[in-house]
């Protein structure tokens, strides 16, 4: 008799712990779902005048390797930073129509999401400027920084400030003041209506440095830079 009830015991716990076969222990797959490809701008190019303020935004279609639907989203701001962003808009075609202030340097930039929320790296960034009515001049757009690069480290008691600036009106003669601190915003101008787009300062150690660029162009127009920074070791 207790053999039989020994058994029977046995089969039981048997029973309990295969009855599932264990499905309820299978973790599912993992699907990979890779981004889309970056869009590419057509319009408008960098450092394109439009005539027209209601700017017709144009790109290339990104690719999708799994072949999800795809979105993109335009970014419009008055600064390369995007802060603050004056526009963004989201679209499935390769176009839209913005309405901007006249007589305005505006940036754009664009990247695609598929339906599954993979999104690409942003395309470049363009300036572009928006033309306004009756305008003569134009300012410069904004100055863009060649050297040092943003958040490097110097290890050496100078460096050469270096930058560029562009203006749609080819006849105007940039000039440049330079801001140069240990502060951010920098305070320090110690340079004022240069012609050079560099220039050398004297650097301490350990310490971080803020600089940015005022590019006037001799009409009256001037535009005033982000600001950037630097560190000494």
Known sequence: MKTI??????????????????????????????????????????NDLCIDNNVNFQWNSATDEDGNPISYIVDVAKTASFSPLEYSKTTSSTAVTISLEKGMVFYWRVKA?????????????????????????????????????????????????????????????????????TVDPPIEKISENQSANSLLVSLTGATTFYWKIVVKDGQGGQTIGQTWYFSTD
């Open 5 to 46: 009830i020994y058994i029977l015991v046995i089969s039981c716990i048997i029973c309990s712990c295969g009855g599932d076969d264990g499905i309820e222990n299978e973790i599912p797959p993992v699907v990979k779902n890779s981004p889309p490809s970056i869009p590419s701008q057509i319009y408008p190019e960098n």
């Open 113 to 181: 999401v598929d339906s599954k929320n993979a999104e690409s790296d942003y395309s470049s960034i363009n300036q572009f400027y928006a033309e306004g009515e009756g305008i003569v001049n134009h300012l410069p757009f904004s100055p863009d920084i060649q050297f040092p690069e943003l958040n490097s480290i110097i290890s050496s008691n100078s460096t050469t400030l270096e930058w560029n600036s562009t203006d749609v009106d080819t006849n105007d003669i940039l000039v440049y003041d330079v801001y140069f601190d």
